[in-house]
T-cell receptor, first 111, second 113 residues
Framework: EDQVTQSPEALRLQEGESSSLNCSYT??????LFWYRQDPGKGPEFLFT???AGEEKEKERLKATLTKKESFLHITAPKPEDSATYLC????????????FGQGTRLTINP | SQTIHQWPATLVQPVGSPLSLECTVE??????LYWYRQAAGRGLQLLFY??????ISSEVPQNLSASRPQDRQFILSSKKLLLSDSGFYLC????????????FGPGTRLLVL
């Protein structure tokens, strides 16, 4: 069965304090790994799609990386507006259309 | 550009009442459409998906049903709501070929009392 585990569950940082969020996955053939940002009471906002090990993508203060077993979302010099829940999801190569989501990491950036 | 709409934004319904949530997508043709539920403290769970008009696949047996009467319209329904149907319902779309990324709507918060 496909599984996604995100750690930590919650992370509190000071403004400017860089860190990384982890997404470990088990899937029978990876078709894609996805990162989303979700603000309270809103739908997930797409950040990145990674397709193969070694791939990296960047957007402003965020950088996502992918290995064969996990993905990291690195946040550099975060600002309070980066506070949100970050969700990781995978889609397997064959069969079901669904994305399998992790529980998310709730990130708080204190000014 | 593409836009996805959901309504209503919030709904409070009594147990046993019917339900109809609507999702529409603008700016694309023949999208794949998805209904997810996000329960408090839990991850997103796929409920239904559709690859075309009238084509519905169910992922989880439950009290809900889905329909796709038009290319860019996806409806989630129930004849009789249960307490356990409470949650945050999200509609998503993606292009029918190639790109795998799913894009989510703003969601509907449903509270069944």
């Amino acid at each position: 069965e496909d599984q996604v585990t995100q750690s930590p569950e919650a992370l509190r940082l000071q403004e400017g304090e860089s860190s990384s969020l982890n997404c470990s996955y088990t899937v029978s053939g990876l078709r894609g790994l996805f990162w989303y940002r979700q603000d309270p009471g809103k739908g997930p906002e797409f950040l990145f799609t990674l397709y193969s090990a070694g791939e990296e993508k960047e957007k402003e203060r965020l950088k996502a990386t992918l290995t064969k077993k996990e993905s990291f979302l690195h946040i550099t010099a975060p600002k309070p507006e980066d506070s949100a829940t970050y969700l990781c999801a995978v889609r397997r190569a064959q069969g079901a259309q669904k994305l399998v989501f992790g529980q998310g990491t709730r990130l708080t950036i204190n000014p | 550009s593409q836009t996805i709409h959901q309504w209503p934004a919030t709904l409070v319904q009594p147990v046993g009442s019917p339900l109809s949530l609507e999702c529409t997508v603008e700016g694309t043709s023949n999208p794949n459409l998805y209904w997810y539920r996000q329960a408090a403290g839990r991850g997103l769970q796929l409920l239904f998906y559709s690859v075309g008009i009238g084509q519905i696949s169910s992922e989880v047996p439950q009290n809900l049903s889905a329909s796709r009467p038009q290319d860019r319209q996806f409806i989630l329904s129930s004849k009789k709501l249960l307490l356990s149907d409470s949650g945050f319902y999200l509609c998503a779309w993606r292009t029918s070929g190639g790109q795998e990324t799913q894009y989510f709507g703003p969601g509907t918060r449903l509270l069944v009392l």
